[in-house]
């Protein structure tokens, strides 16, 4: 059963960084061959897509909220992907899933794996 672990949320204060980290396990196929993906849910609201990063990293879609702060990269040789978050705000407390789908989107329907959520809270 494929397995998604994500890590590296917790609470920070507002400039802060965070790095998050999500590891797959037990995949059909090899880890390149899928696009990694980041999302995030705050309560109240809908999941929304943050950032992905095609198998072989060439291709990579990044909402405007999230440019130039977060940077998404990958190391298909851990099956692991990261999300590196700098200078935090409040507005990006969410829990961030991360997730697994055959191509650069930003539609959370077309991604088939996805992972648990990690909790980050941005502190004003």
């Known amino acids: 059963q494929v397995h998604l672990v994500e890590s590296g949320g917790g609470l920070v204060q507002t400039g802060g960084s965070l790095r998050l980290s999500c590891a797959a396990s037990a995949l059909p196929v090899t880890y390149s061959n899928y696009t990694a993906a980041w999302f995030r849910q705050a309560p109240g609201n809908d999941r929304t897509f943050v950032s992905a990063?095609?198998?072989?990293?060439?291709?990579?879609r990044t909402r405007e909220f999230a440019k130039g702060r977060f940077f998404i990269s990958r190391d298909n040789t851990k099956n692991t992907v990261y999300l590196q978050m700098n200078n935090l705000k409040p507005e990006d407390t969410a829990v961030y899933y991360c997730a697994l789908g055959p191509m650069v989107a930003g539609r959370a329907e077309l991604y088939e794996y996805w992972g648990q959520g990690t909790q980050v809270t941005v502190s004003s």
């Open positions: 990063l095609s198998g072989s990293a060439e291709t990579t």
